[in-house]
């Protein structure tokens, strides 16, 4: 038992003016599958870490704003705290300067010296001076009259000298080293002026800085904090700590951010000052004399202090957010064994009706069933020892079926034909590749697959039933056209004949009669040509595949037609431009296509010249090449002058057994058969109207000259076919 089989390849799509766009191509592999999970861990992971990490600083940042908010209140006491000691401070010694007001014009300078040595004076006031209106020292508890010492050139004397009888006001001094106690201290001043405001005298008090320093540095903020006493001209007054030596110096530029200096407002403060230190606290002014404190924490050491805490915080947040991407793994995992859960029951349910399906389509008649795997095939449905079955299952676990079972990761349709016990078959095969039973498992070449095969043996005889009769009906239109095709050399070989008698009759020449024979010899060739050709046009087809030229088809359809359009007044014309292409179809049965719409088109004329009788007709065949997303393809156009086809009917043009002609004048086969031939081989056959008849459109793949026809099997040599036309 023997199998000689031929494929036929999957029909290739037409080019994009003919059809429909090929659908896309499946995914090689899905990729989503395993990266949406990964996607949805790492989504899960980053919200573990970033909701627990967003809490942990938004509540650091709050827990700093408390910080801060606390800090500013407990400068705020603090200043105020100050500033009610200042005043009282600064209002004893305006009291105690008051006292001084009463002293007679004419007081001599032993008796200011005495009353300034007896005088009980305020806490940490040192000396008091008595200053003359030109700004001379007339006495001072430390320093009996007599002295030379002149003040006129200090500030706070200056500000004294002269006869406004409005400035009564206590003036407070920048840091001044004492010119008779040679200690640093801050002056108080009041001008004793008469009642119509001219000068007296300057009585001074002088406060030692030391005490100040001292008493405020017991209040000192820890770190970098610091405490200042800023007149309202801008000058540090005193300070701590000491060290900064800030006294006499300008606040804005050591403060820069005290903008509430000039406006003598109260109010937070924050900012960083000369020597680098962020600090934070509070301003305010007294409401008498002209000064306000400044208390000020360093920021630094108010955050050192929370550093415990923030670590705490952090760790919490660590810790939350390790146990939330733990949570998270444990939710994906959950998931993924979910899923794969889920997959096997749908995977064991799509395999139980898959089984069920295959063993359907298995009781078909005229399908066969295989499963494909591991190099072998198992025929599923019912037993059977018939030949066919046999036959398909030796081809599909045949080496180069298996291997192009490999190489195709797509579904594929071949058509194969196979030979056994004297009976062939044409028998068409769908491979379906299979999904592997564990996805991620095993490669392409080793997945199962199913393959069905669709006996075509009887539908192909059928069809090649019909084409015969296309093809006779065809002839018999011919008849006509053979005759006078056929009569025309008779004509000439009697008259040479005849010629050739009658030069023998007259002792002519041997070469005059040699002539006339040879023509004979030539017109009977020309006649063997024509009869050979309509006996191959009308033989019966047979299953197999024999590319051919258009331009051959068209010569042969030429020779074929050639005079019975031209005895009808009709113009045939052919211009080719397809050169040497080959094309996946047999000539003869191009031939047969190509005549039926030459023939309709002559029909068309003949129906429109009863209506126009001088309509001088015309068809025209056009062979071209094009290419089209990477396919090369031969076009073949037949157009005419008829007048067209009725709208209404040109789209059952192609519908068997449809015929647009009167009755008794058409079978309505030739356009039906036309189209079923050019899409048995991957082409496509269209109409349309154009100029004033209509245009078909062959479009037929180009078979690569490189790549011989698969399959054909040798026919017996066929006699020489004639390439003259009528």
């Not at 990490?53 to 603090?78: C, P, Y």
């Not at 080496?399 to 797509?410: E, G, H, I, N």
């Not at 009769?469 to 000439?492: D, F, R």
């Not at 051959?552 to 040497?580: H, K, N, P």
Request: glycine share 8%; hydrophobic share 40%; net charge negative.
């Amino acid at each position: 038992m023997t199998s000689d089989s031929t494929t036929q390849a999957a029909p290739m799509a037409p080019p994009p003016e003919a059809s429909a766009d090929p659908a896309p191509k499946p995914a090689a592999a899905p990729l989503w599958k395993g990266a949406s999970t990964r996607l949805l861990f790492l989504l899960l992971l980053l919200l573990a870490l970033l909701v627990p990490g967003s809490v942990a600083f938004l509540t650091i940042k709050l827990h700093e704003q408390h910080e801060d908010e606390v800090a500013v209140a407990a400068s705020r006491k603090l200043a105020l705290a100050l500033t009610s000691h200042l005043d009282r401070t600064v209002e004893s010694i305006e009291s105690f300067l008051d006292g001084f007001s009463d002293l007679p014009d004419a007081t001599s300078p032993d008796e200011i010296y005495h009353r300034l040595l007896t005088a009980r004076l305020p806490a940490s006031v040192i000396q008091i001076t008595y200053v003359d209106p030109k700004g001379d020292v007339v006495a001072s508890n430390l320093l009996p009259p007599g002295n030379s010492v002149s003040l006129a050139d200090r500030e706070h004397i200056r500000v004294h000298l002269n006869d406004d009888p409005t400035e009564r006001d206590i003036f407070v001094s920048r840091p001044v080293k004492g010119r008779i106690s040679g200690k640093w201290s801050i002056q108080f001043t009041r001008a004793i002026r008469a009642p119509d405001g001219k000068l007296r005298g300057i009585i001074a008090a002088s406060y030692q800085i030391s005490d100040f320093i001292e008493f405020y540095e017991k209040l000192l903020p820890e770190g970098e904090g610091l405490i200042a006493l800023i007149g309202f001209d801008g000058v540090v007054r005193a300070s701590v700590p000491a060290a900064r030596q800030m006294d006499g110096m300008d606040a804005a530029t050591l403060l820069p951010g005290l903008a509430i200096l000039a406006d003598h407002m109260d109010g937070p403060y924050e900012g960083i000052a000369w020597d680098d230190v962020h600090r934070i606290g509070y301003s305010m002014h007294s409401e008498r004399y002209p000064f306000l404190v400044v208390v000020a924490a360093d920021r630094s050491a108010i955050l050192d202090e929370s550093h415990d805490f923030h670590t705490a915080i952090w760790g919490i947040g660590g810790g939350l957010g390790f146990t939330l991407a733990a949570l998270a793994l444990f939710a994906v995992r959950h998931s993924r064994l979910e899923r794969a859960y889920r997959e096997r029951e749908l995977k064991a349910d799509a395999q139980q009706r898959e089984a069920q399906v295959l063993q359907a389509i298995s009781r078909v008649p005229g399908i066969h069933v295989l499963h494909v795997e591991n190099g072998r095939a198992m025929r599923i449905g019912e037993p059977t020892d018939e030949l066919l079955p046999r036959l398909i299952a030796e081809r599909v676990e045949a080496p180069d079926f298996l291997a192009r079972l490999q190489d195709d990761t797509d579904s594929s349709v071949a058509m194969e034909h196979f030979s056994g016990e004297g009976e062939t078959f044409e028998v068409g095969l769908v491979l379906t590749r299979l999904r592997p039973s564990g996805e991620g498992r095993g490669s392409a070449a080793t997945a199962p697959a199913v393959v069905f095969a669709l006996d075509e043996t009887a539908k192909r005889m059928e069809e090649n039933k019909l084409y015969q009769m296309s093809k006779m009906a065809a002839l018999g239109e011919l008849v006509t056209g053979l005759a006078h095709e056929i009569n025309q050399p008779l004509g000439v070989i009697r008259l040479a004949a005849s010629n050739a008698i009658m030069g023998l009759r007259n002792g002519l020449p041997a070469e005059h009669t040699g002539e006339k024979l040879a023509r004979i010899v030539r017109q009977v060739e020309r006649m063997k040509a024509i009869i050979d050709h309509m006996r191959i046009f009308g033989r019966k087809d047979a299953l197999t595949i024999d590319p051919s030229t258009a331009e051959t088809a068209v010569e042969g359809t030429l020779q074929v037609l050639g005079t019975e359009i031209r005895l009808d007044g009709i113009e045939l014309s052919f211009t080719a431009g397809a050169g040497a292409a080959r094309v996946p179809c047999r000539q003869e049965q191009l031939e047969q296509v190509l005549i039926n719409l030459v023939l309709n088109a002559r029909d068309a004329i003949r129906a429109r010249r009863q209506e126009e009788p001088d309509l001088g007709g015309r068809i025209a065949i056009v062979t071209g090449r094009r290419e089209a997303e990477g396919q090369r393809w031969v076009i073949v156009t037949v157009s005419d002058n008829g007048g067209g086809i009725p709208a209404g009917v040109i789209g059952k043009i192609f519908q068997p057994f449809f015929t647009a002609k009167p009755s008794g004048q058409g079978t309505g086969l030739g356009l039906s058969v036309s189209f079923g031939i050019i899409r048995e081989y991957g082409g496509t056959l269209s109409v349309a109207n154009a100029g004033e008849g209509a245009l078909f459109t062959i479009t037929l793949p180009e078979v690569p000259p490189e790549a011989p026809a698969e399959g054909a099997r040798s026919e017996a040599p066929s006699e020489p076919e004639a390439s003259s036309g009528g």
